[in-house]
């Protein structure tokens, strides 16, 4: 698998169920950290995943807590309007973590400020706009890391 999705406490099933597809279509693993925003069989999350869920690799994972610990070795980068970096930018290795918070807030100030270094942003070129579509986000960092790769 050359990349791993991750969503921190994903509050949207359209998004979410959007991105699984994105990730079966890339040969990603998608990781999903509670609390979600939804129950896990919503309607709307099968919709957007269509019949490819089944086919998904997804990891479930009770808090941010137990995700860092199990995944405490893996090379990470974090997605964030708040980020300097810009996502072209990122150095993509096989099995890195994509990783993105929640669609009201992005990720929390406490990850942010942990992982400085490794924080990226998507450029945006208009000042009327603050962030991306989840969805869309995840797809243009994943597309540009399978391009890398």
Excluded: C
Excluded at 1 to 13: A, D, F, G, K
Excluded at 77 to 91: R, T
């Amino acid at each position: 698998m050359p990349l791993n999705i991750v969503l921190i406490e994903p509050e949207i099933p359209n998004n979410t169920g959007n991105i699984g597809r994105l990730a079966l279509a890339t040969g990603s693993r998608l990781h999903l950290v509670k609390p979600f925003g939804f129950e896990i069989d919503d309607k709307r999350l099968k919709r957007a995943g269509l019949d490819y869920w089944q086919h998904l690799e997804v990891i479930y994972y009770d808090n941010t807590e137990a995700f860092f610990y199990k995944n405490k070795k893996a090379s990470m980068v974090f997605l964030s309007s708040h980020g300097k970096q810009s996502h072209w930018d990122i150095k993509f290795k096989d099995e890195m973590f994509l990783v993105f918070g929640k669609e009201s807030v992005g990720l929390s100030i406490d990850i942010t400020t942990k992982h400085t270094n490794s924080l990226f942003k998507i450029p945006m070129y208009d000042d009327n706009i603050r962030s991306l579509n989840l969805a869309n986000a995840v797809g243009i960092v994943t597309y540009e890391g399978l391009r890398q790769l």
